[in-house]
């Protein structure tokens, strides 16, 4: 029995012996594959501008009373009413969150003396998406006839962005080819393959817009959405032969 196990362990050594110069030759020529071309590493950007779909507010009420307490219940009242007006415009409640509530003392700053408090300022503010893009300005004038007298500015963006996203992707992707083939014609090469893709960047975040004035009453607030732009960029790696 002793005789038959060291005979079996012999075999299998020899085994081990002849597959390890075929696995070592294998590996040797992944790698010379690796390296058998000229690599090619270039970056592109890919960019798509279109119309944005939904406008997102900045609005609240800023209130000021003798007392803390007097502010911000007359600021509780008028963002109530605001609120209203926002669901009557047609906001779900999902469209509407509370973005900053606030109460600071008024001063008066005096010539060596310490600071009077002359009163307080209660502020309260709601981010409002407007998911039907088309009644932004009216939004905007339903909630100031509601007592809004804050707004910060408005910006646009895509309820999907997804798919400009993907469409600035494939421009990136094609960009790169298109440069990658280029230099392979100059070197007089073609590609062969692509060896490795990383994306950088990505979506470009919309610009708020501030609202310098409101229209005059009886006119709906102009707003105009223009359009956004969306950029991807990548870095490919290309094999030339």
Do not use: C
């Not at 502010?71 to 926002?86: D, E, K, P, V």
């Not at 105009?224 to 032969?241: D, F, H, K, M, N």
């Amino acid at each position: 029995m002793m005789k038959s196990i060291r005979f079996a362990a012999a075999i299998a050594l020899a085994a081990a012996a002849l597959a390890a110069p075929q696995w070592a030759s294998a590996q040797q020529e992944v790698q010379a594959q690796a390296v058998q071309g000229t690599l090619l590493t270039v970056s592109a950007e890919g960019k798509v501008s279109g119309k944005p779909d939904m406008a997102t507010l900045n609005l609240g009420v800023a209130t000021q009373a003798q007392t803390a307490q007097a502010a911000m219940q007359a600021n509780a009242r008028q963002m109530s009413s605001l609120i209203a007006a926002l669901h009557h415009a047609g906001l779900a409640d999902r469209d509407i969150q509370t973005s900053n509530i606030s109460v600071n003392p008024q001063q008066q700053y005096r010539d060596n003396q310490p600071p009077l408090i002359t009163g307080y300022e209660a502020a309260n503010t709601v981010t409002a998406k407007v998911r039907n893009i088309d009644n932004t300005g009216r939004v905007i004038d339903a909630s100031v006839a509601a007592g809004g007298n804050t707004i910060n500015g408005v910006y646009f963006s895509y309820q999907d962005p997804d798919a400009p996203m993907d469409a600035a992707r494939r421009d990136a992707i094609a960009a790169a080819r298109h440069r990658a083939d280029l230099y392979a014609q100059a070197l007089n090469m073609h590609v062969v393959r692509v060896v490795a893709v990383n994306e950088g960047g990505g979506y470009s975040p919309p610009v708020p817009m501030p609202m310098a004035r409101l229209a005059a009453a009886g006119v709906a607030t102009p707003v105009q959405p223009g359009q956004i732009e969306t950029t991807a960029s990548v870095t490919v790696t290309y094999e030339l032969r």
